[in-house]
DNA sequence: GTCTATATAGGGATAGAC
DNA sequence: GTCTATCCCTATATAGAC
């Protein structure tokens, strides 16, 4: 509009292009085997051109992660805020970090277990914008009535665990679909405490 | 002795050597950035040694992993053997799945969320090895007090889940230790049904 | 059995034309 | 901004000497 450009042909620009082509491409193969010109020719570019954008391969990762671990952590504050009982909170945050993940934007690979080994200085980016999210979780969980021996980090993190691993097993065309992963979960955890999950 | 030769060098014959060796790499750094060059020196030989005890890098993945399911399989059994409590075999279980995935011998990155897309023949075969630790899960928890709403097989991937993500947030040097994450697990999971977990 | 040397392929990245 | 052409490195794997 402003600049009289028109970008319309693709939907979106070229960077945003080659981020979601990425986002899908490391989704579907992994980062180790998703070559640069795999990327570009899905994208529909030849390889020089994505250094046009990008100046490696890393940077490109580094984005795809950034803007995945935004669309998961707004989607975990918009689900928790219309609730007040912290296990409703729990639920609904479970029923949309499941969602975000299994969905096939391929945009939530990058929980997967290991980074591509970049540059310790540029993983503390990436450890930054995931601590950002599991604060989200960490806050909802200590609201929980846990018993006290119960350790709410070990908690957190086998949670999210229970809810990552859905990437390994989870298949679109079969089985519980993504909400309902999400409410299973909840479900096995919170009969422990409250008997079930309902708004009090 | 039979043979009269020696293979106390190494304490392994080299077969055995390779094999670990490569578990170890392909724990710490993953299938595909563990490179032959990596293992050959590692276990001081030269690249072109190891291809006369195999005839590619995925076929060591294939041993290694064969290897690697039986460690853990055999683990299982003899950690339920003793209980006659279902949940007290889930827990014994649980520490079992935690104390081989943790420790450092490196046997068990093989529960990585993806295979090395080997062709799908071979997949077969690693599919079959992992079907048969699941089935010992299956049966463990085929006997629990489940509330009819909770679907087991669900309930199975979701707490492998859980102790499988302890690969992306253990560290030996501080937290919890292997055997209490497992116990931590299942009494979560267990105080939703029978309150503790204690032989009856 | 282990080595040296190398074939062959594919990767990331760059220079410079257009 | 995109393409052509290519550099350079690293990877797996093999052939054949020892």
Same mark, same amino acid.
């Given at each position: 509009?402003?600049?009289?450009?028109?970008?319309?042909?693709?939907?979106?620009?070229?960077?945003?292009?080659?981020?979601?082509?990425?986002?899908?491409?490391?989704?579907?193969?992994?980062?180790?085997?998703? %070559?640069? #010109?795999?990327?570009?020719?899905?994208?529909?570019?030849?390889?020089? =051109?994505?250094?046009?954008?990008?100046? %490696?391969?890393?940077?490109?990762?580094?984005?795809?992660?950034?803007?995945?671990?935004?669309?998961? =952590?707004?989607?975990?504050?918009?689900?928790?805020?219309?609730?007040?009982?912290?296990?409703?909170?729990?639920?609904?945050?479970?029923?949309?970090?499941?969602?975000?993940?299994?969905?096939?934007?391929?945009?939530?690979?990058?929980?997967?277990? #290991?980074?591509?080994?970049?540059? +310790?200085?540029?993983?503390? !980016?990436?450890?930054?914008?995931?601590?950002?999210?599991? +604060? !989200? !979780?960490?806050?909802?969980?200590?609201?929980?009535?846990?018993?006290?021996?119960?350790? =709410?980090?070990?908690?957190?993190?086998?949670?999210?665990?229970?809810?990552?691993?859905?990437?390994?097993?989870?298949?679109?065309?079969?089985?519980?679909?993504?909400?309902? !992963?999400?409410?299973?979960?909840?479900?096995?955890?919170?009969?422990?405490?409250?008997?079930?999950?309902?708004?009090?």
């Amino acid at each position: 509009m402003l600049t009289g450009v028109d970008l319309a042909t693709e939907g979106v620009d070229r960077f945003q292009l080659i981020v979601n082509t990425s986002a899908k491409l490391f989704s579907e193969k992994g980062f180790d085997r998703t %070559s640069i #010109r795999d990327i570009a020719s899905a994208a529909g570019l030849l390889p020089g =051109s994505l250094y046009y954008y990008f100046k %490696s391969k890393e940077e490109i990762f580094l984005e795809v992660h950034s803007q995945g671990m935004k669309i998961l =952590s707004d989607a975990a504050r918009e689900a928790i805020a219309p609730h007040k009982d912290p296990w409703c909170k729990l639920e609904a945050l479970a029923v949309a970090h499941s969602q975000v993940l299994l969905d096939d934007s391929g945009f939530m690979f990058m929980v997967a277990a #290991r980074f591509p080994e970049c540059i +310790a200085e540029q993983n503390q !980016i990436l450890m930054k914008q995931r601590d950002e999210y599991e +604060a !989200i !979780i960490a806050e909802v969980i200590g609201e929980l009535d846990l018993a006290a021996d119960i350790d =709410s980090d070990v908690f957190r993190l086998q949670f999210l665990g229970a809810l990552n691993w859905a990437q390994t097993w989870y298949r679109k065309d079969r089985g519980m679909a993504p909400k309902d !992963i999400g409410k299973h979960l909840v479900k096995i955890l919170c009969s422990a405490h409250n008997g079930t999950v309902r708004e009090k």
